[in-house]
C-alpha cells in the first residue's frame, strides 16, 4: 500500500456537470502531481502543486483546476465536463519536484455520460 | 520519434522464463522511473534509478546514462506479474513525466 487514497473510486457525472477528485498523499510528501489516462493510452500529465502552489501545468484547459490543502491532500476540479473527460484520473505524491519516488493511488475512474 | 520508446509493446511468455521489457529515451534526465500497472488499476513505482542497478525481489532494473537506455529485468516470472509495465522520465529541469508507450506483459502458467 502506497499510502496514497483517492476518492471516489468511480464516478459517473453527466456533460455540462462538475466533478471534484480527491487525493491524499503520502505522509511527508509535499508535492502532488495529477494525470489523466483515457482507455488504452498512457497517462497526461495535467498538473503539478508543491507546498500549495501549482507548479507546473500541461496542456489541459483551464476547466480543470486545482489545490493543495496544508496537510498538502489536494483536489482536481473538472468544470463543464465534456464526453472526453472520461478517464482514470491518477495522483500521485512526492517527496521533491522531479527527482523524488513517486507513490500512486489507485485512481478514479469518472465516466461522463 | 517518441521522446521515450519501450519495447517490446506485447510480451507473452510461459511461467518461469526470463523477462527483459527495453526503455529508450532522447531528453537529458535526472532519473528514470519504472512502474507497473494492473489492468483497470492504479500505478505501482518499482523503481527510480538514477545510474548504476537496483534489484528488489525477483525484478532487477538497469540504466545506461550515456546510451540512454534503461531495462527491467524480471526473473522467474509468475502470472502475477502479468500487467502493463511503464518507464517514465522527467524532462530536463521539469517536472513533467514523459512517459512510454507500455509494455503489455502475459505470463502464462
Known amino acids: 500500500e502506497t499510502g496514497v487514497t483517492q476518492s471516489p473510486t468511480h464516478l459517473i457525472k453527466t456533460r455540462g456537470q462538475q466533478v471534484t477528485l480527491r487525493c491524499s498523499s503520502q505522509?511527508?510528501?509535499?508535492?502532488v502531481s495529477w494525470y489523466q489516462q483515457a482507455l488504452g493510452q498512457g497517462p497526461q500529465f495535467i498538473f503539478q502543486?508543491?507546498?500549495?502552489?501549482?507548479?507546473g501545468r500541461g496542456n489541459f484547459p483551464p476547466r480543470f483546476s486545482g489545490l493543495q490543502f496544508p496537510n498538502y491532500s489536494s483536489e482536481l476540479n473538472v468544470n463543464a465536463l465534456e464526453l472526453d473527460d472520461s478517464a482514470l484520473y491518477l495522483c500521485?505524491?512526492?517527496?521533491?519536484?522531479?527527482?523524488?519516488?513517486?507513490?500512486f493511488g489507485e485512481g478514479s475512474r469518472l465516466t461522463v455520460l | 520519434k517518441n521522446e521515450v520508446e519501450q519495447s517490446p509493446q506485447n510480451l507473452t511468455a510461459q511461467e518461469g522464463e526470463f523477462i527483459t521489457i527495453n526503455c529508450s529515451y532522447s531528453?537529458?534526465?535526472?532519473?528514470l522511473h519504472w512502474l507497473q500497472q494492473h489492468p483497470g488499476g492504479g500505478i505501482v513505482s518499482l523503481f527510480m534509478?538514477?545510474?548504476?542497478?537496483k534489484k528488489h525481489g525477483r525484478l532487477i532494473a538497469t540504466i545506461n546514462i550515456q546510451e540512454k537506455h534503461s531495462s527491467l529485468h524480471i526473473t522467474a516470472s509468475h502470472p502475477r506479474d502479468s500487467a502493463v509495465y511503464i518507464c517514465?522520465?522527467?524532462?530536463?529541469?521539469?517536472?513533467?513525466?514523459?512517459w512510454g508507450a507500455g509494455t503489455k506483459l502475459i505470463i502464462k502458467p
Open positions: 502543486y508543491y507546498r500549495e502552489e501549482e507548479n
Open positions: 531528453v537529458g534526465i535526472s532519473a
Open positions: 505522509s511527508g510528501h509535499n508535492t
Open positions: 517514465a522520465v522527467p524532462r530536463d529541469s521539469n517536472y513533467q513525466l514523459i
Open positions: 500521485a505524491s512526492s517527496g521533491r519536484t522531479n527527482t523524488g519516488e513517486l507513490f
Open positions: 534509478l538514477s545510474s548504476g542497478k
